[in-house]
């Protein structure tokens, strides 16, 4: 099943958000809700799937702190995003990170950044790695990250966009 091992699904469906605490609703019953926080955060009827979550400006959803939030030897961090308009290099569009502020504590992420590749960090910005498939704005994308801590070094991190191997780094 998707929702063994599953720790957070946020599907940011709901109606509408009024920045009340846990009010985007985590699916996997992990209770793990988000909260909007900044400007710009809303649902719209025009999802890849249905309603969607719309962020520009400063919007992000925040999420507390769990130790389930702490992964260890696996990790899948997975989001379709229809980007607008992409930074081209100038400030990563963040998608998933877990992290306390900025780049404190930064455990793992997920942004497009340079050239509007998917850039990767999974244990701090030490091992950051990149895809090798560029982002275009307007199209709606499905940017997957899969890493597996029991795979060979090689092969323990992998990212996929719209379902298809992208790269593999250790």
Known sequence: SLRTGCVVALHMDEASWSGAQGEVKDDCGNDNPGTVVGLGGMTVASGAH???????????IEIP???ALHATTGLTLSAWILPT???????????????????????????????DNVYVDLDGEVDRFASATVIAEGVWA??????????P?????????????????P
Do not use: P
């Open 142 to 151: 499905q940017l997957t990250v899969v890493y597996d801590g029991t795979r």
């Open 153 to 169: 070094m090689a092969q323990r991190a992998r990212v996929y966009i719209n379902g298809a191997l992208d790269v593999t780094r």
């Open 85 to 115: 308009k992409l930074n081209h290099g100038q400030d990563a569009n963040g998608v998933i990170s877990k992290r306390t502020s900025g780049m404190v504590e930064n455990e793992y992420s997920m942004a497009v950044w340079m050239n």
């Open 65 to 67: 702190n769990a130790d």
């Open 50 to 60: 249905g309603r969607a979550g719309s962020f520009s400006g400063s919007a992000c």
